[in-house]
């Protein structure tokens, strides 16, 4: 094993020179190897990780939440929805409507009863602001009452805030709509 | 197929769908970060099947906490937290194993495994030993030293993330990596 100068690193943390055929108490020869080594542990992937990408996938298939419960009701039946259920539902509805994105969803439950709903959304550059609130407001009414049945229509509009907290470039297939 | 679609989305994009339950989205973030996680928890726990548990625990736990991840921090840092915390939990269940006291020698395998393909059977090969060699020298450095060094040189995390991960001072984590450098480069003068 080489042999180096003792050195002490700066006050900015970077080694001081030592001369000679040693840079920062590091022997030159074993500076290269480390960077080489350094370089190539950089785009290496471990044959363990490759083995167990599909076990990790598989298990992160069937991962759940911590979730809450929300009432629905069809007629006299009453059922349970998972919160988690009910917002992926309301993400793909939202994300439907041409130059929206939905951006975060939060559900108020009052016990299991859905009593409001707030949610985040992008709006494509250009879009008519207040008309395509409408827009989306519908389109959860509708995906609500697909979900949970008749207590949806208790979520008065008061309890179903729409925050549009940012706005993006229209993508192609939102310009082929909107045309 | 939309992972295909998603695989160009950045963090942030993919981070916001996985929270509202978006489960292609945080497929393609563990697709994407999966490799560095596993890299870094095989490095501290020095076994395969523990890396496996580390990173699998580390993306189960990310995908149920999303909806509190809020991006003060990024994404990777975020994760690279998850897994160091899992890995520790690992070690200490294991402990007593001092990790920091154990020296080994270049050249000899500490578990260092596959080589991305490259095209030349016999720079491969030169490079699986090169790994293997660092991977030995890595074994033998204290744990807090070999974190630091492996999140500042091979992930590229700045200081103040290395912070955040780690939960180390910047000036120790500075010394470390200093430290690191110099007994990895000592280490490896000899290999040829």
Redesign the interface.
């Known amino acids: 094993?080489?042999m180096?100068e003792t050195?002490k690193?700066t006050r900015s943390?970077a080694?001081r020179t030592a001369g000679g055929d040693s840079a920062?108490?590091?022997?030159m020869?074993?500076?290269e190897?480390?960077e080489?080594?350094?370089v190539?542990?950089?785009?290496?992937?471990?044959?363990?990780?490759?083995s167990?990408?599909q076990?990790?996938?598989e298990?992160?298939?069937t991962?759940?939440?911590?979730t809450r419960r929300v009432a629905g009701s069809s007629g006299t039946d009453r059922y349970f929805v998972s919160d988690?259920?009910v917002?992926?539902s309301l993400?793909s509805a939202v994300d439907e409507v041409a130059g929206t994105q939905?951006?975060?969803?939060d559900v108020s439950l009052d016990g299991h009863d859905l009593i409001g709903l707030r949610l985040e959304v992008s709006m494509a550059y250009g879009t008519p602001l207040r008309a395509h609130a409408v827009v989306v407001r519908h389109a959860v009414r509708r995906c609500l009452a697909e979900v949970l049945g008749d207590p949806a229509h208790r979520v008065g509009s008061r309890g179903i805030e729409i925050h549009i907290v940012d706005v993006h470039l229209p993508g192609h297939s939102e310009v082929a709509r909107r045309n | 197929m939309r992972h295909d679609v998603m695989r160009d989305a950045d963090d942030t994009v993919l981070a916001?769908?996985a929270?509202?339950?978006?489960?292609d989205a945080?497929?393609v973030i563990?697709?994407r970060h999966?490799?560095a996680m596993?890299?870094f928890a095989?490095r501290i726990v020095q076994d395969?099947g523990d890396?496996?548990d580390v990173?699998?625990d580390a993306?189960?736990g990310a995908?149920?906490d999303l909806?509190q991840f809020r991006g003060a921090a990024s994404l990777r840092t975020w994760l690279f937290r998850l897994t160091i915390n899992r890995a520790r939990t690992a070690l200490r269940k294991r402990r007593p194993a001092p990790l920091g006291d154990r020296t080994a020698e270049p050249g000899v395998s500490a578990g260092?495994?596959?080589?991305?393909a490259a095209a030349d059977p016999a720079q491969e090969a030169i490079?699986e030993r090169?790994?293997a060699?660092?991977d030995a020298a890595l074994a033998g450095l204290p744990e807090r030293s070999r974190i630091a060094w492996i999140l500042r040189?091979?992930d590229g995390l700045s200081y103040d993330e290395i912070v955040a991960v780690t939960g180390m001072t910047r000036n120790s984590i500075?010394?470390h990596?200093?430290r690191a450098?110099?007994t990895?480069?000592?280490?490896?003068?000899?290999?040829r």
């Open positions: 094993m080489a180096t050195t690193p943390g080694p920062g108490g590091m022997s020869a074993g500076a190897t480390l080489r080594a350094t190539a542990l950089r785009s290496h992937v471990d044959d363990g990780w490759t167990a990408w076990r990790t996938l298990r992160l298939v991962a759940t939440r911590r988690q259920v917002a992926v993400r939905a951006l975060a969803i | 916001r769908k929270a509202m339950g978006d489960r945080f497929t563990a697709h999966g490799p596993y890299r095989r395969d890396a496996e990173v699998q993306l189960v995908w149920r909806d260092t495994i596959g080589i991305a490079r090169l790994l060699a660092l040189e091979i500075r010394g990596v200093y450098r110099r990895l480069a000592q280490r490896l003068a000899t290999w």
